[in-house]
């Protein structure tokens, strides 16, 4: 009878750890537990785009991926001023996020929903992510206005 109950109790934990993977892998992370869509509009030929949309998969978030021959195009229809253009796109909930935001800047845009077209980061700092080498320099965040130009500091990581 206790063989019984060692191999039913075996089977018993067997399933609920199944079903305890299932529903991680189903919904988001502590992180983003509502599981926000990331549009990423990149080039195909760019590997730190692809980099920085596994960056925000592990952070919780669910990235679809959009490679383009017209980036541009995309940047110009989003409002993206040429000041904090970098070299991929995302929609964030509502948002533009130019460039390798880092998570705790998203994170506060997504938090505090100011009324901005987004945010953005010009270049490929060294040490973001989706970028190689170490942090050399703070990253400056900027506002995205609702005109497309570029406004105040947003944050600065």
Known sequence: MSKYILVGAIVALGLAGTGFLI????????????????????????????????????KGYHVVTHETNALGAIKSDLGV???????????????VVEGHIPNEAIEKLLAEQPDIRGIGMAGMPAGSPGMPGPKTEAFVIYEITHEGSRGNVFVTL
């Open 23 to 58: 529903l991680q892998s189903s919904g988001g992370s502590a992180q983003n537990p509502n599981g926000v869509e990331v549009a990423l509009h990149k080039s195909a030929t760019c590997g730190c785009c692809g980099v920085w949309g596994q960056y925000m998969s592990r």
């Open 81 to 95: 001023p040429r000041e904090v253009e970098s070299c991929h796109t995302a929609e964030i909930d509502g948002y």
